[in-house]
């Protein structure tokens, strides 16, 4: 299947949307005293008519080795240029600046997951010291410079944002995949992204037991030689100094703890390379619906800027703030929330090693109440998580949050009542911020001092950015006309990806083709950015985001590939052909459902269905595990062979399957549905009723 938007003839646009109007709730006085955008006179700075110049206030947040000569360079239209001329360093940006105003500043505070292991707070001025020191390895040591790539998998530990940190200095660029994802999927982003350098760690801590991930190691630097990319170095971190956590064998020659290594590079500085705004400071991965991830490849200085602005107005980040985002940093909002935009301000950012509700659903308040913390970011599968095992905790510990982000689904009007009443305990303002991996930072979301909230909507546009949404046939659909369409970007912004990791004309397909006006045109209006998100726009111009139009399954606000899962189950030879489905979940938004067909000679059995669950773990990783394999005779299918995906998406969600009389094989959904159905009814695992959009994105999965 090609993986070009105009392909994609999903048709969200058809469908009426109806819901409830929620309230509105206006951010609590004492935040808007304090916010740090209290003054209406920003949306004049950011209008249309200042667009571009009004980013220049985002730039003028950093500091530069040499002053941009254009803001917006759309000469290679849509591969866009940001402050083209201008010379920066990240990594000079988000800890020298403030090492050398306020050494002694708490930078990070790291929090083990085991809660009798000790909390680290680092300074600025240590921070310094060891991305330093870190860095004069990396390119003394790993022998790397200013252009390489370099992959890191590494769970929640602050030696993971020293590593990014480490490589910004040098202009090297890293590509950080996701510490839970399998060596396989590791080593394929290895090759795809060219590293001859992997960095690791031996274990870490996830929900009481210590994790093997330096097997990991071995799984990628094999895959990757499989796919014709040689390992020559991996370093890796020690959860604990000197002690070894995994059982596998170090290679000899090949394999280096960095705790022994880094001794020689004591106290050695590392002047931070003076780089374009335009070189790229990292790739980060994501899955598209084809097999093959895409490395979003994003630029220093337009990115650096855009996070620093954003993390600034709305995540009301001051320097005395202690702000704790409980995201990975393996995914774009550690990236972008975590570790630039937070550092890059001079706050302190807290990073928890584990999962939030070890051992116990109180876990996140403790640890707000013993460090202070006051603003708070999570996504909506974990506040899911939070309330049912512990609706009453929030009251139990003295904290205070002055404002809180959700991030990553759509969330539930209830389940945001309950982040604002018990987690917020109706105190502070909230962001439900909308944005994607390749957008490098916000695009919808309240102004928290100056925009109310409203329960289930991400609010409009953030400062600069124009969202519109668009029919198929490329007709604006107004807002207030309750019909919902393709939210697209109409104007590039600082923090858009640059393109995809060696594959441009993938990154024109998939973001750009479907609404360019003109393939040859210069002028950024010609070239509305297609988010792939299905969207309505209420009368006040609030977006209320309804979910992917693509073949991708938001799993806990991480992006699966229908593709990908599909070729991993592919990978059990008895499998003949497979097909990946959502299922509406109640904590976890959506999750997987794998349907599989055999080849001849092959009975379905339990063991069957394990193999493909293992398969899929190791192509891609634990998070990606299905709710259930679903062995079936045969898929049903258009006469032209295609499985029709929406067929089974409706058995498996318990919705009407709509009319099939036109397939192949008409007579093969009713067994299924049967099969299926009764067997979740028996596991007492049927859904509850769904929604109108949740029924409309079921009836029209993978529609092409
Ligand atoms: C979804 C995560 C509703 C959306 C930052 C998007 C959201 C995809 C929201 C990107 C939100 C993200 N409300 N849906 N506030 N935030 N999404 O690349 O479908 O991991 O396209 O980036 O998550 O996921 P990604």
């Known amino acids: 299947m090609s993986d070009n938007a105009e392909t994609q003839e999903v048709s969200e646009s058809q469908i009426a949307v109806h819901w409830r109007e929620e309230e509105y709730f206006p951010p609590p006085p004492a935040f808007v005293q304090q916010a740090n955008a209290s003054d209406p006179a920003i949306f004049e700075r950011f209008s249309e008519d200042k667009f571009p110049d009004c980013f220049t206030e985002y730039a003028e947040l950093l500091t530069w080795d040499k002053p941009w000569d254009t803001v917006l360079d759309t000469s290679n239209a849509p591969f866009w240029r940001w402050f083209v001329g201008g010379k920066l360093n990240a990594s000079y940006n988000c800890v020298d600046r403030h090492a050398a105003a306020n050494p002694d500043k708490t930078a990070i505070i790291w929090v083990p997951e085991l809660e009798d292991d000790e909390t680290l707070y680092i300074s600025y001025g240590e921070l310094l010291r060891q991305v330093n020191e870190f860095a004069a390895l990396l390119s003394d040591y790993a022998g790397l410079k200013r252009g390489d790539r370099v992959t890191l998998h590494m769970p929640m530990v602050p030696e993971l944002a020293v590593t990014m940190l480490a490589c910004a200095r040098l202009g090297v660029v890293h590509s950080q995949v996701f510490g839970g994802f399998s060596g396989n999927a590791c080593g394929t982003r290895i090759a795809d992204s060219g590293s001859r350098v992997l960095i690791t760690m031996d274990g870490y801590y996830r ?318 209006h010609d070239w509305p950015y297609f988010c792939g998100d299905g969207a309505v726009q209420a009368e006040d111009g609030y977006f209320r985001i309804l979910g992917r139009v693509d073949d991708v399954i938001n799993v806990a606000g991480h992006r699966l590939g229908t593709k990908e899962l599909e070729s991993a189950a592919l990978t059990v030879p008895e499998v003949a052909e497979a097909a990946a489905v959502p299922v509406i979940d109640d904590i976890r938004g959506r999750m997987v459902e794998m349907y599989v067909s055999l080849k001849p000679g092959y009975e379905a059995s339990p063991e069957m269905e394990g193999k493909v669950v293992t398969a899929i773990e190791t192509e891609i990783g634990k998070i990606a595990r299905p709710k259930n394999v679903w062995i079936v005779p045969d898929m049903p299918k258009t006469r032209s062979g295609k499985i029709m995906r929406r067929v089974i998406a409706s058995v498996s969600n318990f919705a009407d399957v709509g009319d099939v009389t036109t397939l192949a094989n008409p007579e093969v959904v009713e067994g299924i549905r049967q099969h299926v159905q009764r067997t979740k009814v028996a596991k007492g695992d049927a859904p509850r009723e769904l929604s109108e959009t949740e029924l409309a994105e079921i009836q029209a999965f993978g529609d092409v």
């Open 207 to 524: 929900a009481g037991s210590m994790q093997d991930h330096k097997v990991k190691a071995d799984e990628a630097v094999a895959e990757a030689a499989r796919q014709g990319q040689h390992v020559d170095q991996v370093l890796i971190w020690r959860r604990r100094e000197g002690e070894y956590q995994s059982q596998t064998p170090i290679v000899d020659g090949r394999d280096f703890f960095v705790d022994e290594v880094i001794g020689k590079y004591a106290g050695q500085e590392v002047t931070p390379v003076s780089l374009n705004a335009t070189d790229s400071l990292f790739l980060m991965y994501t899955s598209g619906t084809t097999g093959r991830p895409k490395g979003a490849q994003h630029s220093i200085g337009g990115y650096l800027a855009y996070v620093t602005g954003t993390a600034k107005y709305y995540q009301d980040i001051h320097p005395d703030d202690v702000y704790w985002c409980l995201a990975d940093i393996g995914w774009i909002t550690g990236h972008s929330y975590i570790v630039y935009g937070p550092l890059s301000l001079g706050t302190t950012t807290v990073i928890y090693e584990g999962v939030p509700n070890y051992p116990d659903g109180g876990r996140p308040w403790r640890i707000a109440e013993k460090l202070g913390v006051n603003i708070f970011h999570t996504s909506p599968t974990s506040i899911r998580m939070l309330r049912k095992v512990g609706p009453e905790e929030p009251f139990k510990y003295h904290y205070h949050f002055k404002h809180m982000t959700t991030v990553g689904e759509p969330i539930e009007p209830e389940v945001w009542r309950w982040y604002y009443n018990f987690v917020g305990k109706s105190e502070a303002a909230i962001v439900d911020t909308w944005w994607q991996t390749e957008t490098g930072g916000f695009l919808g979301s309240t102004l928290p001092g100056l925009q109310p909230m409203k329960p289930g909507s991400c609010g409009p546009g953030v400062l600069g950015v124009y969202p519109v949404i668009y029919d198929e046939d490329g007709n604006e659909v107004p807002k207030g006309s309750g019909r919902a369409g393709n939210i697209c970007i109409r104007n590039p912004w600082p923090g858009i990806m640059q393109t995809v990791w060696g594959q441009p004309e993938r990154f024109i397909d998939v973001y750009y083709r479907k609404y360019n006006r003109d393939p040859n045109s210069k002028d950024w």
